[in-house]
């Protein structure tokens, strides 16, 4: 237990500090968690054509789990301004990674691949709690933002990433409800896709930011190391992205899906690292306390 008997002001930072570091390490630690899964179902059971294929084995608990665990993580940090309104679209559509799974050539589907239908009704569930709890936080996220005592700026700095929750949600109320057949071929590539690409939007949007008030601006290395992120991210999708579209199923017959999402998932893991160690010493911003005389941010 830390002491926090120092003083308000103190105790406050220092439970803000701990909150702050135990949450960036627990994003961290779903990469770790989905890695271990992963290698041991593969010593068990061989290698799969992609990690999202290993839904349908043992380590389905761990990918799930470890995806709305880390999408939970990148709502509480996503920081402010526009990388905020993609982090926090990133995150919705982390659990639409975990509930929707790949199309496999597994059993019961033959020569073309699919979602089998055992997994239906699954999908059918874990859709329709994504869709009810995130019209549960859009309505809460409305709510925090227009009381009295969250300042007048509150609902000013959250909308982006309300209207995005909205679009988000609907589109896929949509697409789950009127095309269930293409949800369930599609819903997991595109999901997957657009969560990777908003993180590699935002590790560019870092590299070249000027802005950093009032945290302190990363070096230029830790900048740099930000752009290779999202240009490898961003070439890493689409070459697997090609790949899926040329070779259609015949991809799953090879490891390329596999060495790409690899790749993602490691690069991600990277980008994460970086910033949780260039913030470790600065608890979120946005998590500050307003003093006296100490503006609210």
């Given amino acids: 237990m830390v002491d926090d ?51 349908y084995t043992p380590a389905r608990d761990v990918l799930v789990g470890a995806l709305i665990a880390g999408s939970l993580g990148l709502l509480a ?14 995150a ?10 790949t ?3 597994g059993s019961g589907c033959g020569a073309t691949a699919c979602v089998p239908a055992s997994a239906h009704l699954s999908v059918d569930n874990g859709v329709a709690t994504y869709l009810v709890v995130g019209a549960l936080a859009v309505v809460v996220a409305v709510v925090v933002g227009t ?14 990433s309300i209207a995005l929750a909205v679009a988000v949600l609907t589109a ?31 590790a560019l949007i870092d590299a070249g930011r000027s802005d950093w008030a009032p945290e302190q601006p990363p070096a230029r290395g830790v900048r740099v190391a930000y752009a290779v992120v999202g240009v490898l991210l961003a070439v890493d999708l689409t070459v697997v992205i090609s790949v899926v579209a040329i070779m259609g199923d015949a991809a ?19 980008y994460w690292v970086l910033q949780t160690v260039g913030t470790w010493s600065s608890a979120d911003p946005r998590l500050a306390v307003s003093g006296p005389g100490r503006p609210r941010r």
């Fill in 77 to 90: 940090l996503s920081g402010r301004g526009v990388q905020r309104a993609l982090l926090d679209a990133a």
């Fill in 147 to 160: 009381r009295a005592d969250a300042g007048q700026a509150a609902l000013a700095r959250t909308w982006p």
């Fill in 252 to 270: 799953m017959r090879t490891p390329l899906v596999f060495v790409g999402e690899v790749v993602a998932l490691v690069l991600f893991g990277l």
């Fill in 92 to 101: 919705l559509l982390a659990p639409l990674v975990a509930v929707v799974p």
């Fill in 5 to 55: 008997g120092a003083g308000g002001g103190r105790a406050a930072d220092t439970a803000l500090r701990r909150t702050y570091r135990y949450l960036r390490l627990g994003v961290a630690a779903t990469v770790v968690a989905i890695a271990v899964a992963v290698t041991l179902e593969s010593r068990r059971g061989g290698l799969l054509e992609s990690i999202s294929a290993y839904y």
């Fill in 103 to 105: 199309p496999t050539l």
């Fill in 172 to 202: 896929t109320w949509a697409w789950w409800g009127l095309a269930r057949t293409s949800f369930l071929g599609f819903g997991h590539l595109v999901a997957a896709t657009g969560f990777f690409a908003l993180l590699a939007a935002v």
